[in-house]
């Protein structure tokens, strides 16, 4: 069956023909391709089409598709016993790789995806400082748990109010208002913002919560000595600095943006890259917080915690990538660098479109902007024409080149990315300008 029979067929059994709207055919025009087999930096659909991976699993797989040391750790360790709900000695060795790693993470405590990470991490903050409010910012996406979901979507931009006073939007029907009455909303980047809050309302706040990277409005760095700010204003007011780095940890560098920009936040999730295409994730942090979790003074529980063939193949992961000096890592750093400059290269050469690149490293994404930069959330609302994107991505995907449509998502490179991949996408992508409406 090709995609389009299989999209129908999917139509009549799974919700909106998937399994998530990000893979629907809300964002993939006219339906999505149906992906049918992966390897290294390439992915096959059901219509027989080979793409260039650049979405890898929405940032899931650091080393590509299918990548041996991965696929033989997960069939060696499922040999043995696929889950045991028990003690196992892979996960006591995947915490200490986590450790050496990143030294801020202390104490770890595993579960399945990024949201759960977060969801304990929340209760988490509560439970060790008593407090009930939790601070995030706008456009920051920390999963889909009620009390997260709060301005993260693209807005008009006259919907946010006014930046000393941001409105609260609630990203879903289903949420009931008390979910979020606890949930500050600040500007991102903007220290002045922050400490306004902060002053007002600092000692009723738990955690603040950041990713590293906006990486789920497009890719949007951080402003220089921002993230340091943030962290000394937490400090000041005796609240716990939470970084999320599920979408930045084990790839913007080995040690995430704790590494990158000189951080020791108090607690961190990880999750996609960790487990090299896995469900498996982790809520690491300081000793003195994650006590907090011994028996069970704050509750977390889980049935597949530290599923042992997934540990394994995290494992594996972690030290492929360490292998050699970090030239894992640094190869992942090098092919975002080497394919943002390509396309910046293009984009500067054609009149055509105003579009620049922005890229933390592997992390990358692509705005039809006449701005010179996005900074923020509301940069991105204001002036970024996502629909655009969109159409540009899916005729990227017609010259061979596969990245998600939604402009809010990004791109992400692998160890198995090489320099012929980054100059075929740079050609696609000068072509695709070209044609492009």
């Known amino acids: 069956m090709n995609s389009l029979e299989l999209y129908e067929r999917a139509k009549s059994i799974l919700v909106q023909g998937g399994s998530s709207a990000s893979r629907s055919s809300l964002v993939f025009h006219p339906y999505p391709p149906s992906i049918e087999s992966g390897l290294g930096a390439r992915i096959v659909d059901a219509d027989g089409?080979?793409?260039?991976?650049?979405?890898?699993?929405?940032?899931?797989?650091?080393?590509?598709?299918?990548?041996?040391?991965?696929?033989?750790?997960?069939?060696?360790?499922?040999?043995?016993?696929?889950?045991?709900?028990?003690?196992?000695?892979?996960?006591?060795?995947?915490?200490?790789?986590i450790h050496a790693i990143v030294p801020a993470a202390e104490k770890v405590r595993f579960c399945n995806s990024g949201t759960e990470a977060v969801m304990a991490g929340i209760r988490l903050a509560r439970g060790v400082t008593g407090r009930r409010k939790i601070l995030k910012f706008e456009g920051h996406y920390h999963g889909w748990t009620d009390s997260m979901l709060v301005t993260t979507n693209a807005q008009r931009i006259a919907t946010l109010g006014h930046p000393n006073?941001?409105?609260p939007i609630i990203d879903s029907s289903g949420i009931p208002p008390g979910a979020v009455e606890d949930t500050i909303i600040v500007p991102w980047n903007d220290v002045d913002a922050l400490r306004r809050v902060?002053?007002?309302?600092?000692?009723?706040?738990?955690?603040?919560?950041?990713?590293?990277?906006?990486a789920n409005t497009g890719v949007i760095a951080p402003l220089?000595?921002?993230?340091?700010?943030?962290?000394s204003l937490c400090k000041s007011y005796d609240v716990l600095f939470y970084?999320?780095?599920?979408?930045?940890?084990f790839r913007v560098a080995p040690g995430g943006c704790a590494e990158l920009y000189g951080l020791d936040p108090d607690l961190i999730s990880f999750g996609k890259a960790l487990g090299q295409g896995f469900p498996l994730a982790a809520l690491c942090g300081r000793s003195s917080v994650m006590e907090g979790l011994e028996w069970g003074k704050v509750m977390h529980y889980g049935t597949f915690n530290a599923c042992r063939s997934l540990a394994a193949a995290a494992l594996a992961g972690l030290r492929e990538q360490r292998r050699d000096a970090n030239s894992g890592f640094k190869r992942l750093t090098t092919t975002g660098n080497h394919l943002s400059n390509g396309l910046r290269e293009v984009f500067a050469s054609q009149r055509r479109h105003p579009v620049i690149c922005q890229n933390v490293g592997g992390l990358l994404q692509v705005f039809f902007t006449e701005a010179p930069r996005i900074s923020d959330f509301r940069d991105y609302c204001r002036v970024v024409?996502?629909?655009?994107?969109?159409?540009?991505?899916?005729?990227l995907r017609t010259r061979g080149i596969y990245v998600n449509p939604s402009n809010a998502l990004h791109w992400v490179t692998s160890v198995s990315h090489s320099e012929n991949d980054v100059e075929q996408t740079v050609r696609a992508v000068e072509g695709c300008l070209a044609e492009l409406r």
Not at 198 to 214: K, P, Q, S, Y
Request: charged share 20%.
């Open 49 to 97: 089409n080979s793409y260039i991976d650049w979405m890898m699993a929405f940032g899931a797989l650091p080393l590509g598709h299918a990548h041996p040391q991965i696929v033989a750790a997960v069939t060696q360790a499922a040999a043995r016993g696929i889950h045991f709900g028990a003690a196992s000695l892979v996960e006591i060795e995947l915490a200490e790789e």
């Open 165 to 167: 006073n941001p409105v």
């Open 198 to 214: 902060m002053l007002d309302r600092g000692r009723e706040i738990a955690c603040v919560i950041t990713e590293g990277v906006m």
């Open 224 to 231: 220089d000595g921002y993230l340091q700010s943030v962290q």
């Open 243 to 249: 970084l999320d780095e599920t979408c930045t940890g």
């Open 385 to 395: 024409d996502s629909e655009k994107f969109t159409r540009f991505a899916n005729l």
